[in-house]
C-alpha cells in the first residue's frame, strides 16, 4: 500500500544575474528537503520576474496547478537557519494556513526584524500574526482553495505623483496577509528565524547585536551610535576570518 505523501512545491524567486542568483546556504536548504521522506518535494524558479508581487502570484499559480499541499516560497537571498529545514515546520503545523519566518532588514541605518511588531500569542513554536514578511515563507493549499482567483499579491502605492514607494505604500505580502485574514484563514510565524544576506547574513548581526546591546542596557539597535558602528565592525571581522 502506497503511503500518502503530502507534496510541497519548492518556489525561488532569483534572477539571471548574478547579484539575484541563490545564495549557497538556500543551495543546502534546498538539498536537504529534496531528500525528505516525509514528503514528495517538487522544485520551481521563478527567474526574472518583475514586478515582486507578479513573481510571488506565479508562485501560487505554479501551487495550483501541482495540486501541491504547501508552498515554500524563498527569496533567493533568504535562507532558513534550521535546525532541520522548513519541512520540519510543515510537519508540526497543524491547520494553520501561512508560517512566515522571521529575518532582519535594513535600511542602511538601522536592523529591524520582519515582521516589527509581536502581534498574538505563542502557541507552542508558532505565533499569530497580522503580517509576516516573505523571504521564506509557507502557504498551505487552503489559501487558493478559499481565494480562488488572484491577485493574492499586490504592491500598493501611496497616492503620490510619482507612485513611489513612500510613507503610506503596503507591501505585496502585508496586502496577501490582509486578505487572507478576511477570508478567516490564519497568519503566523515562527520562532526558527529566517537568514537574510546583505552582503552577510543581517539576521545573524541582528541577533549579534541584540545580545550585545542587551548586556550594555542600550536602547536601540540604531547603526548611526557609536556603540552600534563598534558591534557591527567587531561582528563583520569575526564572520570574515
Avoid at 501551487?63 to 520540519?88: C, E, H, I, M, Q
Avoid at 529575518?103 to 509581536?118: C, I, N, R
Avoid at 509576516?132 to 502557504?139: D, E, H, N
Avoid at 520562532?191 to 544576506?197: C, D
Wanted: glycine residues 6%; charged residues 25%.
Amino acid at each position: 500500500m502506497k503511503l500518502f505523501k503530502p507534496k510541497v512545491l519548492v518556489t525561488v524567486l532569483s534572477g539571471s544575474e548574478r547579484h539575484a542568483w541563490t545564495n549557497p546556504d538556500l543551495l543546502l536548504n534546498c538539498v536537504a528537503m529534496a531528500v525528505d521522506p516525509r514528503f514528495e518535494v517538487l522544485f520551481y524558479p521563478v527567474r526574472d520576474a518583475r514586478p515582486w508581487d507578479h513573481a510571488r502570484n506565479l508562485t501560487i499559480i505554479a501551487a495550483r496547478k501541482l495540486k501541491a499541499d504547501w508552498l515554500v516560497s524563498f527569496d533567493n537571498d533568504a535562507f532558513y537557519r534550521g535546525p532541520g529545514t522548513p519541512l520540519d515546520i510543515l510537519a508540526n503545523a497543524g491547520k494553520r494556513d501561512i508560517i512566515g519566518l522571521p529575518y532582519a532588514m535594513t535600511d542602511g541605518q538601522t536592523l529591524q526584524m520582519m515582521p516589527k511588531v509581536v502581534r498574538g500569542p505563542n502557541e507552542g513554536q508558532f505565533r499569530r500574526e497580522h503580517f509576516v514578511g516573505g523571504g521564506v515563507l509557507m502557504v498551505r493549499n487552503t489559501v487558493w482553495k478559499t481565494i480562488s482567483k488572484g491577485p493574492w499579491f499586490r504592491w500598493v502605492h501611496a497616492e503620490s505623483e510619482s507612485l513611489e514607494p513612500a510613507d503610506g505604500s503596503r507591501s505585496e505580502e502585508c496586502f496577501f496577509c490582509d486578505v487572507a485574514r478576511q477570508h478567516g484563514l490564519t497568519v503566523w510565524s515562527h520562532e526558527r528565524l529566517a537568514g537574510h544576506y546583505r552582503n552577510c547574513d543581517i539576521t545573524s548581526m541582528y541577533t549579534a547585536l541584540s545580545r550585545e546591546e542587551q548586556q550594555e542596557n542600550a536602547p536601540s539597535l540604531n547603526w548611526t551610535t557609536p556603540n552600534a558602528v563598534e558591534h557591527a565592525e567587531s561582528y563583520l571581522r569575526r564572520m570574515n576570518r
